[in-house]
T-cell receptor, first 109, second 114 residues
Framework: RKEVEQDPGPFNVPEGATVAFNCTYS??????FFWYRQDCRKEPKLLMS???SGNEDGRFTAQLNRASQYISLLIRDSKLSDSATYLC??????????FGDGTTLTVKP | EPEVTQTPSHQVTQMGQEVILRCVPI?????FYWYRQILGQKVEFLVS????????KSEIFDDQFSVERPDGSNFTLKIRSTKLEDSAMYFC????????????FGPGTRLTVL
């Protein structure tokens, strides 16, 4: 079983759609959780940290369920510029970061 | 805005040669990382470094790899005897604190082994 598993994708949606990405992790000792965004041939950039209480940043909402070891990202009113690969990242206390395979989103006009 | 820098942006080398990839992390950060991403594949953790020693490493980070922080600013990844399968994008990242907090990634070095 992979340490971090994401929806395989790709997701192709029209502008304005709502899209949800799911991620599960296997290491119950994981301490912190993030969604990163990676554009083609570029470095990953932080989209948002994920907290147990859930957090929202504009059109983006992240949720964490520690009991189920599940993380989600919801994008509302998707824009063309949201097209990218979304990476679920899980950190252990020892400083190791594990990336999911990524889910590619294409938003079409 | 402070940023992580990496040099060179592209390195071409012959199989069996040694390469050193260089990174300058953000100046007040304490934790440093190397990742690699083979074209079309996922980002893979190689190693984390804190207080002048390796804190975690993956199974990819075998004896041909080493890291060093030779001075107060640079953080290097050395690959001793490159193989064809070492061709990838190598990303350096740094973080201010161990738990939580964002890792800031450099733009990467594309390594091509011929």
């Amino acid at each position: 079983r992979k340490e971090v598993e994401q929806d395989p994708g790709p997701f192709n949606v029209p502008e304005g759609a709502t899209v949800a990405f799911n991620c599960t992790y296997s290491n119950s000792a994981s301490q912190s959780f993030f969604w990163y965004r990676q554009d083609c041939r570029k470095e990953p950039k932080l989209l948002m940290s994920v907290y147990s209480s859930g957090n929202e940043d504009g059109r983006f909402t992240a949720q964490l369920n520690r009991a189920s070891q599940y993380i989600s990202l919801l994008i509302r009113d998707s824009k063309l510029s949201d097209s990218a690969t979304y990476l679920c990242v899980v950190n252990t206390n020892a400083g190791k970061s594990t990336f999911g395979d990524g889910t590619t989103l294409t938003v079409k006009p | 805005e402070p940023e992580v820098t990496q040099t060179p942006s592209h390195q071409v080398t012959q199989m069996g040669q040694e390469v050193i990839l260089r990174c300058v992390p953000i100046s007040n950060h304490l934790y440093f990382y190397w990742y690699r991403q083979i074209l079309g594949q996922k980002v893979e953790f190689l190693v984390s470094f804190y207080n002048n020693e390796i804190s975690e490493k993956s199974e990819i980070f075998d004896d041909q790899f080493s890291v060093e922080r030779p001075d107060g600013s640079n953080f290097t990844l050395k690959i001793r005897s490159t193989k064809l399968e070492d061709s990838a994008m190598y990303f350096c990242a740094s973080r201010a604190s161990r738990e939580g907090g964002e890792q800031f990634f450099g733009p990467g070095t594309r390594l091509t082994v011929l």
